[in-house]
């Protein structure tokens, strides 16, 4: 190893201490290209040129902001329109026609990490195409959170360029959009059954009330393990007794939380809320 590459392991080794010391983010070696890729755009707004520049930010009081922009940088969200199938499949199967047994006439589902707002779009799309075939009313209000302002402020508008909407089909495409100078904006309906929010996930979730769904895909992966359980305690919190919480099948919950009891439906897996 050349004096240069190692001063460049040391430096990187500097800003994992910092991300989990500032943020309980955990990152590995193994992702070092990845990671530093998707920072150098911030660093260059911020005028920084060494990763140890970085991490001495992010372990000052202030700009708390760069806390937010690192932590929007490293994590990955979905883009893809309707990027979970499993997870619109166990919508639509099982539930969505829960709910209904339950004979609940409205139902609050919180969707982590949107992104610029095609995962919540598709979800909305998803859960209307399911209450028409199922002949049901009930409404249901989608809370969608980030952690960027921006990235918040451009999934509340719902337009996207041409090239952005790959992945819908023209059925699809012209049932809950509308062509707009050259793009496309999502309809109306569908944008009401929305609620946008920025928020911090270690410290803002207590005000937004509670849930009969939470779907947390991609999110807790990025976490130490104290911060999982106490990102899992806060869900069960927020959830409705025995409410559902859904996560990707490689995301364990029960060795960082109690409260939850793992369900393996032939719908799909989810974890439903004990207490």
């Known amino acids: 190893m050349t004096m240069a590459t190692q001063s460049q392991s040391e430096d990187y080794q500097t800003l994992q201490l910092a991300l989990q010391d500032s943020l309980g983010v955990v990152v590995g070696e193994e992702g070092r290209d990845l990671i530093e ?3 150098q755009a911030l660093m260059m707004r911020e005028r920084l040129s060494k990763l140890t520049e970085l991490a001495t930010a992010l372990r000052k009081e202030s700009p708390s902001s760069i806390r937010s922009d690192v932590l929007e940088a490293i994590t990955t969200h979905n883009t893809q329109w309707f990027g ?4 619109n499949r166990l919508l639509g199967d099982y539930i969505l026609p829960s709910l209904l047994e339950q004979q609940k006439t409205e139902a609050r589902i919180w969707l982590v990490g949107c992104g610029q707002g095609q995962s919540a779009y598709s979800l909305a799309m998803v859960i209307d195409e399911y209450k028409q075939l199922l002949g049901s ?4 209000e989608i809370v969608a959170t980030d952690s960027s302002a921006e990235v918040i402020a451009n999934a509340r508008a719902g337009i996207y360029e041409a090239t ?3 992945g819908i089909t023209s059925t699809w495409q012209q049932k809950y959009m509308e062509e707009v100078d050259g793009g496309w904006k999502v309809s109306d309906n569908i944008q009401h059954m929305l609620q946008f929010k920025t928020i911090d996930l270690l410290n803002d ?3 937004l009330g509670h849930f009969d769904v939470i779907i947390s895909p991609d999110v807790l992966m ?3 393990s104290s911060l999982k359980s106490t990102l899992l305690d806060d869900y069960a919190t927020l959830l409705d007794p025995s ?3 859904v996560l990707n099948n490689n995301e364990p919950v029960l060795p960082y939380c109690d409260r939850f009891e793992l369900v393996e439906h032939e719908a799909g897996q989810f974890y439903r809320q004990t207490g």
């Open 222 to 224: 990025y976490f130490a």
């Open 164 to 166: 952005d909407v790959n």
């Open 37 to 39: 890729g998707k920072l």
């Open 243 to 245: 409410g559902i919480l």
């Open 84 to 87: 979970y199938p499993e997870i």
């Open 205 to 207: 979730v207590a005000d």
């Open 137 to 140: 009313e009930i409404a249901i």
